[in-house]
């Protein structure tokens, strides 16, 4: 699927206080996300426990149904150009319902509005639990516990803009892609650090001439902590002449950032854009 990255541009402030866990009340700096700059290419998909092949049916053909008609597209964009309606709001009971483990603090995949769950994420969930005749349950949780959570069998799946792997694929199931995507940089405003990188080792090069005092920050178990902490298993060598620090989500990622207490924030693109705005107000 095509990346859509020019409506992201248009989100509107309609979000106000949407993220308020990243924005408001903030008297920090202002952040820009280098969102031109890819870091890496990735894709999303749908995470199952291995030998799940019930549910991957089900998935795959809701997302195949989903492309053909082009309403994957009208979700993707709505959740993008601030137009989406959908929310939700779970059962007093998980009993007998189609449980969808998630990360709740990833916009526009998965977020709050208020106390109601939405995003691309969750639309689908909402979708993939009509088409099975049951009522959806989302159990949000941290990031790298969703894994867990689906292979004990306590979710049915996963559904956080999850970055398909090699070393994931061989220890779970994933339905066909749904999105690609790509980890992204951001820095306070005022740093011009990285103001004349054009390409991903133009950055690269930046990050390895620093020293331990300088600190990214990245949100436990996802690709961007990965890519900057170093992960063998994934492929990625990581900035080792550097601090990492690990986030419960990226926003507080990003806040830490305006607040001056770390120096960058890898992270993927769109929730890149979204946080960014919410930031900056």
Same mark, same amino acid.
Do not use: M, P, R, W
């Given at each position: 699927m095509k990346k859509i990255i020019a409506i992201i541009l248009a989100?509107?402030?309609?979000?106000?206080?949407?993220?308020?866990?990243?924005?408001c009340g903030n008297k920090g700096e202002?952040?820009?996300a280098y969102a031109e =700059?890819?870091?890496t290419a990735e894709s999303y998909a749908f995470v199952l426990k291995k030998g799940n092949t019930t549910m991957k049916t089900v998935a795959d053909e809701l997302l195949a149904e989903l492309k053909t008609s082009g309403e994957l597209d009208t979700i993707i964009n709505s959740f993008f150009d601030g137009t989406a309606t959908f929310e939700y709001t779970n059962p007093a009971s998980k009993e007998g319902c189609l449980v969808v483990a998630t990360n709740a603090y990833f916009p526009p995949f998965e977020y709050y509005n208020g106390n109601k769950l939405t995003g691309v994420d969750m639309k689908i969930a909402s979708l993939l639990a009509a088409k099975m005749n049951k009522t959806l349950y989302i159990l949000d949780e941290e990031f790298d516990t969703i894994f867990e959570s689906v292979n004990t069998g306590e979710a049915d799946i996963g559904m956080a803009g999850i970055t398909v792997t090699e070393a994931r694929s061989a220890i779970y199931d994933f339905t066909e892609e749904y999105y690609e995507s790509a980890q992204v940089l951001i820095v306070k405003e005022s740093?011009?650090?990285?103001?004349?990188?054009?390409?991903?080792?133009? =950055?690269e090069a930046?990050?390895?001439q620093q020293d331990k005092k300088f600190i990214i920050g990245a949100q436990n178990g996802t690709t961007g902590y990965m890519y900057s902490a170093g992960d063998e298993d994934f492929g990625y060598d990581g900035f080792t002449n550097l601090t990492v620090n690990g986030y419960k989500t990226g926003a507080l990622a990003v806040k830490?950032?305006?607040?001056g207490k770390i120096n960058a924030v890898i992270i993927d693109k769109q929730p890149a854009l979204m946080i960014s705005k919410s930031i900056n107000g």
């Open positions: 989100i509107a402030t309609v979000l106000g206080c949407v993220f308020a866990f990243a924005a202002k952040v820009k =700059i890819e870091l740093d011009n650090l990285f103001a004349n990188c054009q390409t991903a080792a133009d =950055i930046i990050l390895a830490d950032l305006s607040n």
